[in-house]
């Protein structure tokens, strides 16, 4: 039996190594075939909105960051959207965001649209923004944190490993997969989970000028659609991108007539659709498996 399960975890090992590793390959190809990133600038065009695009799992804010901070410093655009269409991701990048957006909006003005979903840490990287759109059915909400710490004890036991752990102190190992958790370890993990969801329920009724013991009932981790959140008051009422430059503009000072539209500027690539699929893949081990990793994600 032991024999089986090693033989087991040896190909299971083999096939998702062999299904990354070529995840990999294709992800290199497209990144090296889309090096060179177009934009779609015309100097004639007036009335300028850059779209910054927040699509995927949240995994790193690198890029989000660079293109809000070219955007805010460009002088031949006149407002922002952010364009949000995530479920969350890590808590550290979805804080970054937020953090930038925030400060960002002094400068130029901000507005963030909601795709088919923004929650989580998608929802906590809007809130920063001057205003809020949504469609009635963009599922966002799912204010909370959640740790998945996965254990492999019994099939340790099974085959008969066995994982030596030398420490210095008693939770320099917490959540370590190889041996049962302890209830030292849980109460220091929900401690640590406490701290962060705290942050994202601050942020929330800060920014949007919320009771915290009436909204409080909403910030469950339940998912909600676009117009609960309108009646909650976590956005501002319903639009698309062109809703949401335009008021980027009227905030900006700049009133266009109802036969007006902004022009938007996005960062073209066309290959970015299979790159975020692919960074999507390739994450998925990192948060299925990392032993300590706070997720602002929605289930």
Not at 39 to 60: P, Q, S, Y
Request: a negative charge; one cysteine or more.
């Amino acid at each position: 039996m032991k024999e089986y399960f090693l033989w087991l975890a040896k190909l299971i090992t083999f096939v998702v190594v062999m299904i990354f590793g070529v995840a990999m390959l294709i992800t290199t190809i497209i990144a090296a075939s889309s090096q060179k990133i177009v934009e779609n600038l015309d100097v004639k065009d007036e009335h300028r909105v850059a779209v910054v695009k927040l699509h995927g799992i949240i995994e790193d804010s690198t890029d989000v960051l660079k293109e809000l901070y070219k955007q805010a410093k460009n002088d031949t655009i006149d407002a922002i959207v952010l364009d949000i269409n995530s479920p969350g991701g890590a808590v550290g990048p979805s804080q970054a965001i937020f953090s930038a957006v925030k400060k960002l909006k002094k400068m130029k003005p901000i507005v963030a649209k909601m795709d088919t979903v923004a929650a989580s840490g998608g929802l906590y990287s809007a809130l920063g923004a001057s205003k809020i759109y949504c469609q009635p059915g963009t599922m966002t909400g799912s204010i909370g944190v959640i740790l998945q710490l996965p254990n492999f004890t019994e099939i340790a036991k099974e085959i008969g490993f066995q994982m030596v752990t030398i420490k210095s102190g008693d939770l320099k190992d917490a959540g370590n997969a190889f041996r049962p958790m302890t209830d030292k370890d849980r109460e220091y993990f929900k401690n640590t989970i406490n701290v962060a969801y705290d942050d994202f329920l601050r942020d929330v009724v800060e920014s949007r000028g919320l009771d915290v013991a009436s909204f409080k009932q909403y910030a469950d981790g339940r998912v909600i659609l676009g117009t609960q959140a309108v009646e909650y008051g976590l956005v501002d009422g319903f639009g698309d991108v062109y809703d949401a430059a335009r008021e980027s503009l009227k905030l900006a000072g700049i009133e266009l007539k109802e036969d007006e539209f902004p022009s938007l500027v996005y960062k073209e690539n066309k290959f970015e659709e299979f790159r975020e699929l692919f960074s999507s893949w390739m994450s998925m081990p990192e948060i299925l498996g990392s032993r300590m990793r706070l997720m602002y994600l929605m289930q």
